[in-house]
């Protein structure tokens, strides 16, 4: 510490100075720019990232030395001024300088309420912020605090009278914000926000345009688009005798900018400033190439810009503001598209909670779909099926949801587990279905006897008690708060189209059903990476002859079961290609144990014993038969496939015979088939040899010759190692991410939760593996398997399919791993094709 070695380390700001953003701040260097446009801006002296940070360190600032750019009875404030405006910093002080000697001088040329006003404010804000005294002493409550009052009580606080000198001031306001700085709440709230450990602060010290006194003076804020909408649209508030934002904070007196019938306005009280604010906002926009909001104020009829910050915008302001600055010619097409963060396109996708909404938060999970819903509490996939069919919008609240729920979740408007991940079945099918949904919610405790749910605070809501679900913040929230809908308007469509030119690596969907095949084809999706055939037979009849099948042991009365669904399969299929229009459609078989077809309570039980006419008895012991200790690593897949094959002949032949009905009326289909969960290059051997003989039937039985491709889902560590023997008897390989990284680590998705994020915050994984794809062990794997089989086989086709294929991380690994394209949920699909256009355009930087 060097408490009493003085330094200068500031700059007077002007046309020419050394400002620089990273290492004055955004702020100071926004001022140089302001001057540079010519607009009035009070004399302000920056501190840079280094001189403050001394200042922190004990050193002392040459406060003589920097009050000599301001006249001598002039007032200042201090405002923070960080490289990155949301990485915010402390607040700012107005009015240093006030003392008894300016009080007594203000009271003559500007009468004592505005003297005292300007005094008092310092006074509250140095005892607060400075000195570090009581808040509850100096706060203004209802004009009760007086001058005197607030002197008095520094006084016997501190033992000392208010500080009289003026260098002394400032210095104990630039020590303050520097060391606030610093301080670990401070330096955790910025972390959060993306900023490195150690970022840096600087300072701006201004002049101050009073806003208090004779004629008219007052402050304000005005922007020229509407921060939610985007729309233009003149915006902001204006109030005579006030400082700073307080037209905005304190709402009382503040008038109108534009002329409104409602009250009074700028434009009709200062007609030539409000002009000038106008033409200040369009250079701005050209000259800045940004949105900005000005805060002005003006003392006795004379206008000062005290500083201009980006408009603060919604994700679908963002999209409209950037379209429209592309079209203007203002910006490139390829600085719009850089401009909007991927991850936020999901607000347009969906509708959202209000942001200016009252928020009432019981509990908080995992946000595991984006979206907002408001609906009436159901505690089984049959609740919320009889109250969607009265047309009441349900929340499918579960402890974790299994694919016995998806009915339910159809019906449904947001879905809310008490378990589960990124990864688990209730977040993967709700991403697929474009719900809102939030997982992992265990503060909450579900009670299915008495129907009820308990949330931390002790409150307990019932089956048809009214909730908000905030898919986007993986909130819940008590009764029904105000949304905002979605936004696929011209901007959004604009902006895809300008990334489509850019993007240089292809975007299919996981889409499992027409309705989602149709979504996708709308969000700009090049075809179908992942087509998941077993979600097409929960459906009503669909179920029950399913459970048919699998309750037969004779083969004969198997194939009789899988005739039947023979039909529902095809037309399942036709609608898939015609909708993709020839874009490429690829159809995983049969993947899920057939366990996960048959109840697994005993109301379930007894209702299938009825359907299927057998003793209650026999559906008991069918179904403990079909149990198994990990059924995810037991009799699923390819291994179904090969002990069970008329299940797979009964598919191939469906997606064949959809292929020559739909190639016949519309675009020529080829259809790919994956077979999932592969470990052996003689798995993929059986099934191929099965299929191609299935094909041949059909194109003899047809009379139509037709193409299709044959490939491999690699799920285990063991395909991505032997991927090149695999890749022999295949035409493409897509690595489903979801179960590798589930192998991969020996972790279930499903319950990972329950420590995952005791584990992000104690360092042993960076980030939760089911979320952001594992570069270093999963994504070796992914390095292994895509070099081994394209040694093998020249040409082929390698993409990933897992729900990481529609992360902006995971798309730039796949870019440089030299993938053809990322198969995601549908309303991902939007963020993929942003993310890669800003992926391609970084690489020609």
């Known amino acids: 510490m060097q408490e009493n070695v003085e330094f200068s380390g500031f700059t007077r700001i002007r046309r020419v100075a050394p400002i620089a953003v990273d290492t004055h701040g955004g702020r100071a260097k926004c001022l140089q720019r302001l001057i540079r446009l010519d607009f009035p801006v009070p004399e302000t002296v920056a501190l840079s990232f280094d001189a403050v940070h001394r200042i922190a360190e004990g050193q002392r600032p040459d406060a003589k030395a920097l009050l000599r750019h301001f006249s001598e009875k002039t007032l200042v404030s201090v405002r923070p001024s960080s490289q990155v405006p949301d990485w915010g910093g402390p607040g700012a002080i107005l009015n240093i300088g006030m003392n008894h000697d300016r009080h007594a001088e203000l009271i003559e040329s500007h009468g004592k309420k505005a003297a005292d006003a300007l005094y008092l404010r310092f006074v509250q804000?140095?005892?607060?912020?400075?000195?570090?005294?009581?808040?509850?002493?100096?706060?203004?409550?209802?004009?009760?605090?007086?001058?005197?009052?607030?002197?008095?009580?520094?006084?016997?606080?501190?033992?000392?009278?208010?500080?009289?000198?003026?260098?002394?001031?400032?210095?104990?306001?630039?020590?303050?914000?520097?060391?606030?700085?610093?301080?670990?709440?401070?330096?955790?709230?910025?972390?959060?926000?993306?900023?490195?450990?150690?970022?840096?602060?600087?300072?701006?010290?201004?002049?101050?345009?009073?806003?208090?006194?004779?004629?008219?003076?007052?402050?304000?804020?005005?922007?020229?688009?509407?921060?939610?909408?985007?729309?233009?649209?003149?915006?902001g508030r204006y109030a005579s005798q006030c400082q700073a934002r307080d037209a905005l904070s304190q709402p009382e007196g503040a008038m109108f900018l534009t002329r409104d019938q409602r009250g009074p306005s700028l434009q009709e009280l200062c007609p030539d400033i409000f002009d000038d604010l106008v033409r200040y906002g369009a250079v701005c926009r050209t000259k800045l190439r940004e949105e900005m909001q000005i805060e002005f104020t003006i003392e006795a009829g004379k206008l000062a810009i005290l500083d201009a910050v980006r408009v603060h915008r919604s994700a679908r302001a963002a999209v409209r503001i950037a379209v429209a600055l592309g079209q203007d010619g203002v910006i490139t097409h390829d600085d719009a598209i850089s401009r909007i963060p991927p991850r936020s396109l999901s607000e347009l996708l969906h509708p959202q909670v209000d942001p200016g909404a009252k928020r009432d938060v019981i509990v908080t999970g995992i946000a595991a779909s984006p979206g907002a819903a408001v609906g009436k509490v159901a505690f089984s996939s049959s609740c919320a099926q009889a109250m969607a069919a009265r047309g009441e919008p349900v929340i499918l609240v579960r402890r974790e949801t299994a694919p016995e729920d998806i009915r339910g979740m159809h019906s449904s408007v947001g879905v809310l587990t008490e378990r589960g991940g990124m990864t688990s079945h209730a977040a993967v099918i709700a991403r697929g279905l474009g719900l809102p949904c939030v997982v992992g919610a265990s503060m909450m405790s579900l009670n299915r006897r008495e129907k009820s749910l308990r949330v931390p605070d002790g409150r307990v809501l019932h089956e048809g008690d009214t909730i908000t679900l905030d898919g986007t913040s993986g909130q819940v929230l008590v009764g029904e708060v105000p949304m905002l809908g979605a936004s696929l308007d011209g901007p959004f469509h604009t902006l895809m189209e300008w990334a489509d030119e850019r993007r240089d690596i292809g975007v299919r969907a996981n889409a499992d059903t027409p309705v989602d095949a149709t979504v996708a084809r709308n969000f700009g999706a090049e075809g179908i990476g992942l087509c998941r055939t077993e979600h097409m037979f929960f459906e009503g009849e669909r179920l029950t002859v399913m459970r048919e099948m699998i309750f037969t042991d004779d083969p004969d009365d198997r194939a009789a079961a899988l005739a039947r669904l023979l039909p529902m399969q095809r037309k399942d299929f036709i609608e898939l290609f015609r909708i993709m229009s020839g874009q490429p459609v690829c159809i995983r078989l049969f993947d899920p144990p057939l366990h996960e077809f048959l109840p697994s309570d005993r109301e379930g039980m007894r209702e299938l014993a009825e359907a299927l006419n057998v003793p209650l008895s026999t559906v008991t012991r069918r179904i403990d038969a079909l149990s198994e200790f990990n059924p995810m690593l037991g009799m699923r897949g390819v291994r179904l496939g090969i002990t069970v094959p008329e299940i797979y002949d009964m598919q191939a032949r469906a997606i064949f015979e959809a292929t020559a009905e739909a190639s016949r009326s519309g675009d020529a289909v080829v259809p790919e088939i994956m077979v999932p969960l592969v470990s052996a290059m003689r798995e993929v051997e059986l099934v191929k040899s099965r299929v191609d003989a299935v094909a041949a039937a059909v194109r003899i039985e047809k009379r139509c010759g037709f193409d299709y491709k044959l490939g491999v889902m690699v799920e285990t560590p063991r395909a991505a190692l032997r991927a090149g023997e695999i890749a022999q008897f295949s035409d493409f390989l897509s690595f489903g991410t979801n179960d590798l990284t589930q192998m991969t680590y020996g972790l279930s998705r499903d319950d990972a939760g329950r420590f995952m994020g005791a584990y992000v915050n104690l360092g042993v994984y960076a980030e939760d593996p089911f979320h952001t794809l594992d570069i270093e062990g999963v994504g070796e794997l992914l390095m292994i398997g895509a070099e081994r089989a394209r040694t093998a086989a020249k040409g082929i086709t390698v993409s990933i399919c897992g729900e990481h294929g529609g992360n902006p991380e995971s798309i730039a690994f796949c870019r440089a791993a030299g993938f053809d394209y990322v198969s995601c949920s549908p309303f991902r699909v939007p963020v993929a094709r942003l993310a890669a256009a800003q992926l391609a355009l970084k690489q020609t930087v």
């Open 125 to 235: 804000a140095f005892a607060i912020h400075v000195a570090r005294l009581d808040p509850e002493m100096f706060e203004l409550d209802k004009g009760e605090l007086t001058l005197e009052a607030a002197l008095q009580a520094y006084e016997d606080e501190t033992d000392e009278e208010f500080p009289q000198d003026v260098g002394t001031q400032l210095t104990e306001v630039l020590r303050s914000m520097a060391r606030a700085w610093g301080g670990t709440t401070a330096r955790l709230l910025r972390q959060a926000k993306g900023a490195p450990a150690d970022a840096g602060l600087g300072l701006v010290v201004q002049e101050m345009s009073l806003g208090l006194g004779p004629a008219e003076s007052g402050s304000g804020v005005i922007q020229f688009v509407d921060g939610v909408t985007g729309q233009p649209q003149i915006t």
